[in-house]
């Protein structure tokens, strides 16, 4: 977030002793003669519209930077200052300058504050009924009863009636293939590139190609009794988005093999010049019979498959969906 300046504001002080309302640049109370306290709150007075100030001297003090606190008579003395206006003190010597950057209220947001009350504590308010706990700990008990009974398997031995295997390999050609990319991003070797700006990410300082988007504008202390108008923005940063072609491998054809025996085998492949294998798959399917029961089981070992001989007797862990978790030959 970068925070904009759009100029600066009168402020006002009010005296803690007399309530008079003074200027923020006059440090003692216009009526008592009071010095502004150190703690002193500036406000924005109520308006519509800023009403900046042109006068350019207010305008350099301001920037000039905050106000240091005497720390022998409590006078409060312009940033360039050396020695105490009014008492000729050191403030070199344990001066203290004004914090500077926070938000500065108005004077309506001053009048309408109310201190917190001291009522229940925090940690009171937190406190969560018992009612309450008790459901959460039902519903973890039922969550966890459920997963027991899913997870839950029995144990059934099921007779193998037919088996299946599917085997397939992905055919990859090199060729142009469309693709889209930031103009840092593009393949040197790309093709018929055209390029438009589309928004890229948004950034906390200022840049090239950016949209700048600025919150709501606000007051902040300068130390100074003048306020600042400022306003918090980011960027967002527009880029060059490319469509190209470029050349590439891309799969343009899957070829598969199946059978219904224990002898699976990889499809034969003829490639062109241009085409490699990508991938490999295999699935391996064994069917049983249990009684009127059957069930099916799907697994990519190849090692489990082999040994499924038609009739073999099997062990079948069975979830409670009806679904084979696991199977191995019963010996
Ligand atoms: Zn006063
Ligand atoms: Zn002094």
Known sequence: MTRKSLGFVPLIWQCVFCNTQNPGPIKSCTSCGAP???????????????????????????????DIHCPFCGTRNLSTAELCKKCGGDLSWDGKARQTGQRVRTTQEAQE?????PGVPEAEKRKVSPIFLIIILA?????VVLLVMLLRT??????????????????????PVTASAWWDEVPEDAEGTRCSLAYRYTSEEPQVNATEVCGEPYV???GTGVGEVVQDCTYEVYDNYCEFTAMAWVAVETVTETGRDLAPAWPALSLLPDQREG???EVYVINFRDGSDTYRYTTSNLQDFLQAEIGSQW?????Q????QSAEPAN
């Not at 504050?113 to 009350?117: F, V």
């Not at 519903?139 to 969550?143: A, D, L, N, P």
């Not at 969906?321 to 084979?324: K, Q, T």
């Open 321 to 324: 969906l009806g679904g084979v």
């Open 154 to 175: 029995d144990d059934l031995t099921a007779t193998v009636t037919d088996v299946q295997w599917e085997r397939s390999v992905v055919v990859e050609a090199f060729g």
């Open 279 to 281: 991938g490999r798959n």
């Open 139 to 143: 519903v973890i008990v039922g969550c």
């Open 113 to 117: 504050w109310q201190p917190p009350e």
């Open 220 to 222: 902040v202390d300068t």
């Open 315 to 319: 062990v079948l862990q069975i979830n």
């Open 36 to 66: 502004q306290p150190e703690n002193v709150e500036f406000l924005q007075v109520d308006e519509e519209r800023f009403n900046f100030i042109k006068d350019e001297a207010l305008i350099r003090m301001a920037k000039a930077g905050p």
